[in-house]
């Protein structure tokens, strides 16, 4: 069975530090992994996602994350933190061949600090 | 294009009472899927339809919950009676392909919050 570990509930930066957020994963198959954010009061928007191909995801507003298969982790980075940045951020891994039906951590609020 | 949307953003209704979500998926997306996020806990799969058909309800709590997707446009998901544990934020997402989300990707409505009192 799939499941998603997100390390740190509150991550707090200042801006233009580096974020990383992390995300581990479990899954009996290969994984599709993903990585949501939430901004107040609206929906949740893919930032990125991993399917296999290229190790090292890029996505949108800087953010990139790393698939590394012998860690089972998938952590957020992006480089300068911008104060637009705070947000949840939402660590999923999709179940087996259902790729809609994703599997969340527990989700990982980022504040930014001017 | 417009995107998912869901009505009401914020309901509040006393246990034993019923209410009903709506979902209005964005356009030809045959796939619908509902979420749920209980307050402090993680985003869980409620379930998903194709077009009008249950995929997989396997997220379902309990007999109390009921989704419906007449003619595979819009969803409603009508608690009934509501407890309170039953708070939380409901998502919506749609998305275009054959239920594989990695290729296309889900599109999320912002969500239902429903507070029982």
């Known amino acids: 069975a799939q499941s998603v570990t997100q390390l740190g509930s509150h991550v707090s930066v200042s801006e233009g530090a580096l974020v990383l957020l992390r995300c581990n994963y479990s899954s009996s198959v290969p994984p599709y992994l993903f990585w949501y954010v939430q901004y107040p009061n609206q929906g949740l928007q893919l930032l990125l996602k991993y399917t296999s191909a290229a190790t090292l995801v890029k996505g949108i507003n800087g953010f990139e994350a790393e698939f590394k298969k012998s860690e089972t982790s998938f952590h957020l980075t992006k480089p300068s933190a911008h104060m637009s940045d705070a947000a949840e951020y939402f660590c999923a891994v999709s179940d087996g061949n259902q790729g809609g039906k994703l599997i969340f951590g527990q989700g990982t609020e980022l504040s930014v600090k001017p | 294009e417009a995107g998912v949307t869901q009505f009401p953003s914020h309901s509040v209704i006393e246990k034993g009472q019923t209410v009903t979500l709506r979902c209005d998926p964005i356009s030809g997306h045959d796939n619908l899927y509902w979420y749920r996020r209980v307050m402090g806990k993680e985003i869980k799969f409620l379930l998903h339809?194709?077009?009008?058909?249950?995929?997989?309800e396997s997220g379902m709590p309990n007999n109390r919950f009921l989704a419906e997707r007449t003619g595979g446009t819009y969803s409603t998901l009508k608690v009934q009676p509501a407890e309170l544990e039953d708070s939380g934020v409901y998502f919506c997402a749609s998305s275009q392909d054959g239920g594989h989300g990695y290729n296309s990707p889900l599109h999320f409505g912002n969500g239902t919050r429903l507070t029982v009192t």
């Open positions: 339809f194709v077009k009008e058909s249950k995929q997989d």
